[in-house]
């Protein structure tokens, strides 16, 4: 089966530092890949790669058998214009850390934007569809309100609305639990876990380990720009077998 | 049982004390220092030699109320097109395409760099440059005729406030949080959709009051097209002194009538600030 996501020797640097130092990975359709690793290990940044919110140096990222941001005509690379771009992003949904939710918008139309502005879809079924979402996340109640009249982790579980409001076939997650309160953490967990739980393909940055254990398919861990290890949940976080892994994880447990 | 601890001999209970008013000495002096200033002004300007009589008659005459109509159109119209250029230029200047970046960089230089009167007078004079004006082919005219003094002021003021207002609009540009761009982004936003949906409306919070304050300086900026024969309301103005002499009077009618515009567009700027602060936090309303 072809993986849903191929990755092969990405590599991209900021100035003098490299981020990513030729990083290769699949994942297939279906999977939740949670992503751990230090602050700086790259993690980020791959991620932001899949959805060419950073534009990789050299290797290749495919997303559906499709090529990202390149194309090869004429035995050389071209790259795509930006509304080629645009339209390869649609196949992926993307939650940030900081949420940024439309300020202007309120929670409704924040999930609507997306497909009436850039889908074209009409108003009326795409309004209907994201009350259904919002009813998903728990937030039914709040459709009219604005971002800064909701909680940390409400604002998050519309961002992923708005997310899933353009059906992606990929959801990446960058760090969504990372900026909320502790007690809203496991909000947004839920509404995650409920995803992961209806087949949607995910990658998830996170330093929920908790999360990785129950959720997640496979579990990578990055460090210096590069995969130290990757395997099943039980594999990576109960047995790892590189010293640079056990180090990580002794000291996030010991935290 | 209270829960207060009882308080330690030599402290006085300070609930039991009546508050005692406070006298702001400072304010009552700087008071009576300006109301005597005003006094003796006033006193001045009665005593000097303004017929009074002659503002009052002067103030609705046909002609002045002429030129402020003309004002307001002009004011209107010339901010107008400056927001449009200004707009257009900010995203040209915030684009990655270099050669629309140095376009917008040197429009600013350029209209930004000379005196708005002189852009003024070229505009009215640009019949000495070009005797014909067209497009080849299609459509000419003289300069002359076309370059009246309504459409000079037109182009002068517009122009010339575009260059402002693309650096007031950049500034509100930038001032949205990079992470909103992203977002627009991630949903498969181009560039200008996302510009216009998600950036734009957010920056015209941060962008109004200024904006404001530039609408208000454009109000009395029309007031240099009086040079080119534009008939506004301080070019009308003049042209009854030139026929009686009464100067003062009828500077001072000039100068009520941008007040009074002046004093409508604040309240107006308010209204649209309400509009443009949907989401943000309520604190400090």
Known sequence: ?255 | MSTHPTLAPGFPDLANLPAARRMHWGRWLAAAAIVAALALLGRAFAAGQIEWPYVARFLTVPVILDGIRNTVIMAVLAMALGIVLGVAIAVMRLSPNPVLKSVAAGYTWLFRGTPLILQLLLWFNLALVFPILGIPGLWSGRAVDIMTPFLSALLGLGINQGAYTSEVMRAGILSVDTGQYEAAQTIGMGRLLALRRIILPQAMRVVLPPLGNEFIGMVKATSLASVIQYPEVLHNAENIYYANSRVIELLIVAGLWYLLVVSILTPLQMLLERRFARGTTRIGK
């Open chain 1, 1 to 255: 089966m072809t993986p849903l996501v191929a990755i092969r020797d990405v590599r991209k640097r900021f100035g003098s530092f490299e981020a990513l130092k030729g990083v290769s990975l699949d994942v297939t359709a279906g999977q939740v890949l949670c992503l751990i690793g230090a602050s700086g290990s790259g993690k980020t940044t791959l991620l932001r790669c899949v959805n060419q919110l950073a534009e990789i140096d050299s290797g290749g990222i495919w997303l559906d058998g499709e090529l990202l941001g390149l194309r090869a005509d004429n035995g050389r690379l071209h790259r795509l214009s930006e509304a080629q771009i645009a339209k390869q992003r649609l196949k992926t949904g993307m939650v940030f850390q900081r949420f940024n939710l439309f300020a202007h918008m309120t929670a409704l139309q924040n999930i609507t934007e997306g497909p009436v502005q850039v889908q074209r879809r009409r108003p009326a079924e795409v309004t209907e569809e994201a009350m259904d979402l919002l009813r998903r996340v728990g937030l039914a109640d709040k459709a009219a309100s604005y971002p800064s009249e909701l909680s940390g982790g409400q604002q998050q579980r519309v961002a992923i609305a708005r997310a899933l409001a353009m059906r992606p076939k990929l959801m990446l997650f960058d760090e969504p639990t990372s900026a909320l309160d502790p007690e809203l953490v496991g909000e947004v967990l839920a509404v995650m876990r409920e995803l992961a739980s209806t087949g949607m393909t995910m990658m998830v940055v996170t330093h929920e380990l908790g999360f990785a254990r129950e959720v997640a398919d496979r579990v990578v861990y990055m460090d210096a720009g590069a995969i130290v290890e990757a395997g099943t949940p039980t594999e990576v976080l109960e047995t790892p077998r590189e010293p640079r892994t056990q180090a990580f994880l002794s000291a996030v447990i010991r935290r």
